[in-house]
């Protein structure tokens, strides 16, 4: 009996010591994952890399890349579609940003994209709306929704602002508040600023507010019948 005992104490132990060792693995592991990530982007954070794309088709029948803006200074993306309420209510303010900060002549560029694949979301219509608002930057569809993905982008609309090492800068809301007249913080705009002074941003990432992308869900592929 006291044997069975002692035999029963040990099997205690030695289960509470591989809980508390999977418990301190998976800690570890999320600690890593975090500190890979910001504050509310689970993918970047401030300072990481920009994530490059290649030969995105814009609404002016060309094809678009990263690096075709290698003498801007700052480029800023806007993650951002038709479908979405929020997004289009940004847009006159995104299109004043623009002409203020963008243009052959000014260190900045801004670049727009969407990921979206639903019908009102697509080329022709992206088309439509970019001549119906004279849009003054680019604007690119990816399909593949691939590039959103590394950017960790989850709303429209959503900034990154990259500085001339294409570093992120800047990541979230454009600004803190949906209506216009009750904006008291530009955050875009306050980064850019701080950037072409050689200076760090700040705040470097809010959260941003929007529509959620619609990523589409990997399909389950069927067994195969042996």
């Known amino acids: ?13 030695c289960n509470m ?4 060792i999977g418990l301190f693995a998976l800690l570890t592991t999320l600690a890593a994952a975090r500190a ?4 509310y982007n689970n993918v970047l954070s401030v300072d990481d890399p920009a994530p490059a794309w290649t030969d995105l088709p814009g609404v002016d029948g ?6 075709d803006f290698h003498e801007k200074q700052i480029v800023v993306v806007v993650f951002t579609c038709n479908s979405c309420p929020v997004a289009s209510d940004y847009e006159d303010r995104i299109i004043a940003f623009a002409k203020t900060y963008a243009g052959a ?15 009102e979301d697509r080329l022709p219509k992206m088309k439509e709306r970019a001549e119906s608002k004279r849009f003054p930057y680019p604007y690119l569809f990816d399909q593949s929704q691939r590039i ?3 950017y960790g982008a989850v709303f429209t609309p959503q900034f990154f602002v990259l500085d001339k090492d294409r570093k992120i800068a800047y990541m979230g809301a454009f600004d803190d508040n949906n209506e216009p007249t009750k ?8 980064a850019v600023q701080a950037v ?23 399909r389950r592929r069927k067994p195969v019948n042996q």
């Open 183 to 190: 904006v008291k913080r530009r955050f875009v705009e306050s």
């Open 62 to 67: 060309k094809k678009h890349s990263l690096a």
């Open 1 to 13: 009996m006291y044997r069975r005992d002692l035999t029963t104490s040990a099997e205690i132990r």
């Open 17 to 20: 010591t591989r809980r508390i």
């Open 36 to 39: 890979t990530a910001g504050e």
């Open 105 to 119: 002549d000014k260190p900045t560029a801004v670049v727009a994209i969407n990921v979206n694949t639903i019908e």
């Open 196 to 218: 072409l002074k050689g200076e760090k941003a700040k705040p470097g990432e809010t959260i941003a507010n929007g529509c959620l992308i619609r990523y589409e869900r990997a």
């Open 148 to 150: 959103a993905k590394t």
